[in-house]
């Protein structure tokens, strides 16, 4: 069995469109109207068709569940930080943070209250912290990750 993508469900396909594509660049690859398949490899999927595919009223369809996330790696995070500045419309789960291990993210909702979290990419995290002068094993304990997972960002 192969694992092939997530799906969304969304209740304004044009508006989810113009979400993914403002907010992370993220283009349609193949629109089928109730159907979108967006770079990045997910699935976009129209409340109705949904509810139609799984024999559900709409009523029983519940957005804004808090129990799931898409999450993205951004290289330059402090620029993708600044475009979000940008949108008006974001709607902020939290504002960036910087997690113990050193990785910067932030998470946000998108239309329909499914969560984004946009993170800072680990082989950046990696590089600066070796570029603030720590050694691979300071690097590893700093990010408490092992000293072969850090050797496996440098090859």
Known sequence: MNFISPLLVVSDMERSKRFYYDVLG?????????NVILTGGFFLQTKDSWCAFIRKQESEIVFGGNVAELYFEEDNFDA????????????????????????????FYDPDKHIIEVAESITMVVRQFLNRGLSVEETAARMDVSIDYIKSYLE
């Open 26 to 34: 993220l283009e349609v690859v193949t629109d089928f109207g109730a």
């Open 80 to 107: 993708f930080i600044q475009k979000l500045d940008q949108i008006k419309a974001i709607d902020y789960i939290h504002p960036p943070v910087e997690h113990s291990w050193g990785q910067r993210a932030v998470r």
